[in-house]
């Protein structure tokens, strides 16, 4: 959730300590209209910034709804003063957003091309304090959350690895959460995602594999009868080879680029039409 403080915050850092620049009488309208198409996403957080601003939100399209250049996705009304206060937030957060959701709908469209049941999935390369928010873009655009914080799933790295093996660290950290928490681990090898699976892992991580060796990886893991097991790749995959993954059935593929990499989408705020 967006919560007031975030929005103080976010308000303070763009009008600073004396705003002369949106000293305007009067009341008006504004609405955000899309220069480019894509997909919405941030608009509840946009629609947040005004509310704490005592400006009426008249109208908004859904988070995830697919719209072309040229349409008004957002509109408001208010004190003309009040609604150019929180006119660049609002633009900055709901552009940020929908840029995510844009490059997340277009590669889930490229990921399933390749395998109608293919999953793509975010990281935990999100910008620090606005995770909540990306994360949410993410699903608007069709993918995956993955894990929000490092409560949700428990992840045997490689670190992990090199300090205790694979079996021991697996052992560690299985003797020390709940029966609910799933345990994920990394492996690098094709040969060792047998090993991490007869080791208690929920899902088997291929990381920084090509497409063929992710395949070597699930033959591996189908022979030693662990064909059941979660499977998920992921390290440097891009927009322009996640097909590739996804064609390999692999269950998840998962992107630090939905979220590090995404353009913002071009909005414009428009005020008295």
């Not at 009488?25 to 198409?37: D, I």
């Amino acid at each position: 959730m967006i919560t007031d403080s975030q929005i103080e915050g976010w308000l303070r850092e763009d009008l600073g300590h004396h705003d002369v620049t949106n000293q305007v009488p009067g009341e008006t309208t504004g609405r955000l209209v899309a220069k480019a198409a894509g997909v919405a996403a941030g608009l509840d957080a946009a629609e947040r910034v005004f509310e704490y601003l005592d400006v009426d939100v008249t109208d908004r399209v859904a988070d995830g709804t697919s719209f072309d250049a040229g349409e008004t996705i957002f509109s408001v009304e208010g004190p003309a003063r009040d609604v150019l206060r929180g006119e660049r937030v609002a633009v900055n957060v709901a552009g940020h957003a929908s840029g995510i959701a844009t490059r997340t709908h277009r590669t889930v469209e490229l990921a399933r091309q390749a395998d109608e049941s293919a999953r793509v999935a975010a990281t935990r390369k999100t910008t620090p304090g606005l995770r909540g928010l990306e994360k949410r873009a993410v699903v608007a655009g069709g993918g995956d959350t993955h894990r929000l914080d490092l409560s949700h799933a428990v992840m045997v790295k490689d670190n992990h690895i090199t300090e205790m093996g694979l079996e021991k660290a697996v052992e560690h950290f299985d003797d020390r959460v709940s029966f609910t928490t799933k345990l994920e681990v990394e492996v690098e090898t094709p040969a060792d995602a047998p090993r991490a699976a007869a080791a208690g892992a929920d899902i088997v991580l291929l990381d920084n594999m090509d497409p063929d060796t992710v395949r070597n990886a699930l033959d591996r893991l189908a022979e030693a009868g662990h064909d059941d097991t979660l499977t998920e790749a992921s390290g440097g995959i891009t927009m322009e080879t996640v097909a590739d993954y996804a064609a390999t059935g692999v269950d998840v593929v998962s992107m630090g680029s939905l979220t590090h990499s995404a353009p913002s989408l071009d909005l414009s705020f428009r005020t008295g039409e």
